[in-house]
Each structure stands twice: as structure tokens, then as C-alpha cells.
């Protein structure tokens, strides 16, 4: 396949797309940090986020941002959310016209509300953008488990054309023309998968996690369907499953905060010793806003809101959402 594709963040999910497009295509992964390239280039490996696993041996890594991005048929953005904007402000001017952007990121802008692949639109008008998810976990991939992913674009052609990049012997791609279902899947299930981790953290059984789960995934569909997504894109991989993997695993940033919360910390001290972004903490309150917006119920998002920003400890979420008056499945 005569294709050369970029990516655009070398932490643990940017590299291991990277890795998954090196069996295909020519890839190039760029990486702030100098030392970071080097290693990977001689080593094959990412010490400082997978330390461990094999890289594909044809992938290169660079620090030049422009080098990369200029050479590249396809812009895969592997940044959270935070610094989503600001990237594709520096890369845009090495950019050639047309060429398709993939986001990775699970998020919201705080500032608009929002969502990965509009703001793409925002700063690189007239290229192709869509969406990279599902229930993903780089260590399990990279570990060689089977996994299947989602790849969205309004095109279902260039969808199709960009499932055969990413795909391998062992992880399968899905196509959808659902953009904005499954980005909101992904950005959703991250606050959800707080409450699941803080249900660990109180020490509470598997009924308790379930109803959590479920419920969740009620909250992700209402405001997913009334902002224009397809009610079948959240019962797939965008959305309970990507649900399911994020709330149950170890692994999941999201699940381990809110299994901090759990235990009584707070969620300064949380993050200041994380090395990596938990989503779900920046996207509660955005959550929130769009469910006002769309006047959406999300008892769920409400709570894990409350605890993120300190107002209230993780028992007394479980405790009003226990409270609430009894309704409707």
C-alpha cells in the first residue's frame, strides 16, 4: 500500500496506532521529545509510556513536527484534548491540501463544547476529518490480544480506505459514517468510567459497578441521540464497548481516578502524579453543559462533576444518586 502516514503524539495510544499502521503503510511518528525518537528508532520500543513492548521495526519517529506532517498522506492526531487546537495551529502550514486527519483524542474542548473532529474542521478547512475508537487498550494490543476498533468519516470510501490502514491479523476495523456518535462515545464513557472506578474504590460489589455500567450507558445514549447521533452507534464498539473496557480494566487512566477518588484523595493529587491525561476529569463539566444545552438528564455526570471539581466526596455521590427519585428505565 503506497501510503505514508503520520502521527502526531507518542504517548501510549499515538505510538501503538503507529505500530498498527507500520504493518501497512510507511508511518512516521513524531514525538516532542528528542530522546523519546531516538529510542524508538534504535530501540523499538517507548520507555517512558510502554516500556516492554516491541514496536514494529519499519517504524520511525522523529522531533522535527514539520519534516513529518509534510511528508504525510494521512494526519493521525494522537493529542489529548487539551492541547488538540494548538497542534493543528503548529502543523497546519506543513500540511498538504486535502489530506484525510484521524483523531484519537476522547474529549471535549472546554471552551466550545466542542468535539475533536470540529475543531480539525476549525483549523484545517477542506481536509477530510474523522475518527479513530473503540474499546482499546494500547498494553493488550501491543501485547498481540485480537481487538477491533471503529474508524468514522462522513465518506464511507475514505472509511473504508483508512479501516485497511489500520487493520492487522489481530485487530479488526470497523467502518461508520456516524462521526459524531462516536466521538461522543468515546468523550462520554470516560466521566462514566469515574464513577465505575470510585464504585471500586468504595470497596462495593460487581451489582453496583453493573448498575453504574448500565446506567451510564442510558446517560451516553440520551445525550449522544439528542445531539444527532445514531442510536445504533452506542451500542457498538464506539460506545459500550469502548463503555465496558474502560470502566472494567486496570489499565484505564479514567477508572483509576475515580478509584482514587474512592479511597479519599483528592483529585489534585491525583493527577499531579499521573503521566498521562485522564479525559474524563476535563470533560465532566463540558458534559454537563451539553446536557443542559440539549436538556438531557445525566444524574451519573452530575455526581462524578461534583467530585472531580472537590465538592463532594465519592460516598456522598453514591449516596445522592441512591436518593434521587425513584423513575423510569
Not at 505500530?19 to 514525538?31: I, P, R
Not at 465518506?155 to 461522543?184: H, K, M, P
Amino acid at each position: 500500500m503506497e501510503m505514508r502516514v503520520a502521527v502526531v503524539g507518542a504517548g501510549s495510544w499515538g505510538t501503538t496506532v503507529a505500530h498498527l499502521c507500520s504493518h501497512n503503510v510507511a508511518t512516521t511518528l513524531y514525538s516532542r521529545r528528542p530522546d523519546l525518537a531516538e529510542a524508538i528508532n534504535t530501540g523499538h520500543e517507548n520507555p517512558r509510556y510502554l516500556p516492554g513492548y516491541l514496536l514494529h521495526r519499519s517504524l520511525r519517529a522523529s522531533c522535527d513536527l514539520a519534516s513529518v506532517v509534510s511528508a504525510a498522506d494521512v494526519l493521525v492526531m494522537g493529542v489529548p484534548s487539551a492541547g488538540f487546537r494548538e497542534t493543528l495551529i503548529e502543523l497546519r502550514s506543513s500540511l498538504r491540501p486535502w489530506v484525510p486527519v484521524v483523531s484519537l483524542a476522547k474529549g471535549l474542548e472546554p471552551s466550545t463544547r466542542k468535539r475533536m473532529t470540529q475543531v480539525a474542521e476549525d483549523e484545517l478547512p477542506g481536509h477530510p476529518v474523522g475518527v479513530l475508537t473503540g474499546p482499546n487498550l494500547a498494553k493488550e494490543v501491543l501485547a498481540g490480544d485480537p481487538a477491533a476498533a471503529v474508524v468514522a468519516f462522513a465518506d464511507e470510501t475514505i472509511a473504508q480506505r483508512l479501516g485497511e490502514v489500520f487493520s492487522t491479523d489481530l485487530f479488526r476495523v470497523y467502518t461508520n459514517t456516524d462521526v459524531l456518535g462516536c466521538e461522543i462515545g468515546g468523550a462520554l464513557k470516560n466521566v462514566i468510567a469515574v464513577a465505575a472506578g470510585m464504585a471500586e474504590g468504595l470497596g462495593t460489589g460487581d451489582n453496583t459497578r453493573a448498575a453504574v455500567i448500565t446506567r451510564g450507558l442510558a446517560e451516553l445514549t440520551r445525550l449522544g441521540v439528542a445531539m444527532g447521533g445514531n442510536p445504533a452507534t452506542f451500542a457498538g464498539l464506539a460506545g459500550v464497548g469502548d463503555l465496558l473496557a474502560t470502566c472494567m480494566s486496570p489499565q484505564s487512566r479514567n477508572r483509576y481516578v475515580g478509584e482514587q477518588l474512592g479511597r479519599g484523595r483528592s483529585v489534585d493529587e491525583i493527577i499531579a502524579e499521573m503521566d498521562q491525561v485522564a479525559e474524563g476529569v476535563k470533560s465532566a463539566q463540558t458534559v454537563l453543559e451539553l446536557a443542559a444545552e440539549y436538556d438531557v438528564y445525566m444524574p451519573i455526570c452530575e455526581e462524578v462533576c461534583l467530585c472531580v471539581q472537590g465538592v463532594q466526596g465519592a460516598d456522598d455521590a453514591y449516596r445522592g444518586l441512591m436518593a434521587r427519585e425513584i423513575s423510569s428505565e
